[in-house]
């Protein structure tokens, strides 16, 4: 039997840091719970409502935030606060997979096409490695707190 899974990501800014993770994978930001949404409005907003409600302290309203699926194939993603510094690369990266059943150069522009808009949302490219024998070529890069991440 299969599992489903949860990426946690540590972040200073979990908000922020969901909020390009979204934006990124064309995930959305679930509103709270029991609360039901109408269409179009924010659930970021309405999440700063249920916990004003519930008596969270301004202060602790950016220590949590997540990432869903729209059509509930892919992994949640879950933001948590945490007050140190990344030190070191990350042993688990996310490879985005944005040009499948590409090859060579068209492949690889459509990484960069993608590179381009994630640097737009604030990632940062790092390198790119292009097609060889036993890889198709990728792009590395860095999400707005430096967590490693492939364009893959």
Known sequence: ???????????HDPQALSTFWRDALGYIHPGPPGVDLPAGADPLAA??????????????RNSRSAVEDPDGDGP????QQV?????AKNRV?????????????????????ECDRLVALGATRVRRDEP???SPGHIVMTD?????????
């Open 1 to 11: 039997m299969s599992r489903q899974i949860q990426i946690t990501f540590d972040a």
């Open 47 to 60: 999440w700063d409502d249920f916990l004003a409600k519930i008596g969270v302290p301004q202060e602790r």
């Open 76 to 79: 949640r993603l879950f933001f």
């Open 83 to 87: 007050p140190e510094d990344k030190v």
């Open 93 to 113: 990266h996310l490879d985005i997979r944005a040009a499948p059943g590409l090859q060579g150069e068209e492949r690889m522009a459509a990484l960069e096409a």
């Open 132 to 134: 060889a024998p036993l």
């Open 144 to 152: 707005p707190e430096g967590n490693e991440f492939c364009l893959d």
